[in-house]
């Protein structure tokens, strides 16, 4: 009588596929869990609110998800969103895309500094952007002279608050930046070069890639990202608070990013994973709002899941 053998699924495949498609997993398990412990949570109205409150966070994830494939991290995101912010009401008098315009270039002067302290001076990425989170949002206060602004043109309210055909605006905005980002990444000879300089940054300058004028310009993209969702975020309470708009969406930005498969040692952009990691961070947060958990406990969460999402990664979970 013969015998037969079932291979079983090595340890490194098994961890291939938690890399690869746990975010996804965890989203689906959760939402399960929702569907038999959570009422309400699958009405229309309630997935149209967790798809508008994940836009900020998806935008800026775009951005830091650039940084993070070139091994480099922005924590000045929060800064962008403040600058863009403040200087969105003091410029609505000449129009709505002049103004948009104007607030994002003023944030884009956030990545130029950074990126010009990281790829021309050679400042280490966690150094040059912790200096600007805190020097950029400090401007963003002067500039906004330190109060609150409201914002009533209808123009800006629409992005935050807008619909076309039962779709908001603002999951629109992110949809087509997704896209933008994905295509950036995917197709284009910038996004392998990106990738190059992720991988490894001698290699690419000695096969002659200007890495330092990409760096510059990814920074520069990140910094403008953070400027659209802060436009959306401001459009969405109808008032400017640099104060308090984009605190810790760094934190959330770099989760997402990281949970969604994209190492911290750069070389890769899962642009989906991102997206997933996004949305696994929202329902996570909805899902706690549902149940009255302090908002303290989804923050320790999200910390929770950069350690166990960076330790997946570096390939350490089955191993003794």
């Known amino acids: 009588m013969s015998s037969v053998t079932i291979p079983l699924p090595r340890q490194g495949s098994a961890l291939k596929l938690l890399q690869k498609y ?34 900020p966070v998806l935008i800026v994830a775009l951005g830091m998800a650039l940084v993070i494939g070139t091994e480099g991290i922005d924590l000045s995101v929060g800064a962008a969103m403040a600058m863009a912010a403040a200087v969105l009401p003091l410029y609505i008098g000449y129009g709505f895309l002049p103004a948009l315009l104007i607030a994002i270039v003023a944030a884009l002067v956030i990545g130029l500094v950074n990126g010009a302290l990281i790829a021309f001076i050679g400042v280490q990425p966690i150094v040059a952007t912790l200096s600007l989170m805190v020097a950029g949002r400090g401007l963003a206060l002067l500039v906004a002279g330190e109060q609150l602004r409201p ?22 905005v992110a949809a087509a930046l997704v896209a933008i980002v994905a295509v950036l990444v995917n197709r284009t000879t910038f996004g392998k070069q990106l990738v190059a300089i992720g991988g490894n940054r001698r290699a690419a300058e000695l096969a002659g890639l200007p890495v330092k004028r990409i760096l510059l310009v990814i920074y520069l993209v990140c910094a403008g990202l953070a400027a659209v969702a802060g436009i959306i975020g401001t459009a969405r309470l109808a008032a400017s608070v640099p104060s308090t708009i984009g605190n810790l969406i760094e934190l959330s930005a770099i989760t997402a990013v990281v949970v969604g498969g994209t190492p911290l040692s750069g070389g890769q952009v899962k642009i989906a994973g991102t997206v997933a990691g996004a949305l696994l961070l929202q329902i996570i947060t909805a899902t706690l709002v549902k149940h009255n958990v302090p908002d303290a406990y989804s923050q320790i969460i999200q910390a929770a899941i950069i350690v166990v999402a960076v330790y997946i990664q570096r390939g350490k979970v089955f191993s003794k």
């Open 22 to 55: 746990g975010v996804y997993l965890a989203i689906v398990l959760i939402l399960v869990a929702n569907l038999i412990f959570t009422p309400n949570f699958f009405t229309v109205d309630n997935l149209r609110t967790q798809l508008v409150q994940v836009v």
């Open 151 to 172: 914002v009533i043109d209808p123009g800006v309210l629409a992005l935050g608050r807008g619909t076309i055909l039962g779709v908001p605006w603002a999951v629109l």
